[in-house]
Nanobody
Framework: QVQLVESGGGLVQAGGSLKLSCVVS????????MGWYRQRPGKQRELVAT???????NYVDSVKGRFTISRDAPWNTIYLQMDSVKPEDTGRYYC??????????WGQGTQVTVSA
């Protein structure tokens, strides 16, 4: 089992910055990739950024150049640095971990609200 606890969400003005953290515990040796997802109002949960154990990173096009995913040694904590935020970034952000047999683990999420 893997436990994920997110923090760092809050209210921020458009153009500002926010840094999300996800503390990882449990059987972390089995994690093959981690990432951040978000669920915006009225929309389905979507991928924001992912990182494999080997360090390969992917971003959804809408956040490229603005958001940065990073980690402490795999896997203690992963981060999402959010810069130049926009109102459309508002949503609940979830930390995700996946193991070699494609079992997904989720945190409880942290709310990000961007005011215009």
């Amino acid at each position: 089992q893997v436990q994920l606890v997110e923090s760092g969400g809050g209210l921020v003005q458009a153009g500002g910055s926010l840094k999300l953290s996800c503390v990882v515990s449990g059987r972390t040796n089995g994690i093959t990739a981690m990432g951040w997802y978000r669920q915006r109002p009225g929309k389905q949960r979507e991928l924001v950024a992912t990182m494999t154990r080997g360090g390969t990173i992917n971003y959804v096009d809408s956040v490229k150049g603005r958001f940065t995913i990073s980690r402490d040694a795999p896997w203690n904590t992963i981060y999402l640095q959010m810069d130049s935020v926009k109102p459309e970034d508002t949503g609940r952000y979830y930390c995700n971990a996946i193991n070699p047999v494609n079992v997904n683990y989720w945190g409880q999420g942290t709310q990000v609200t961007v005011s215009a």
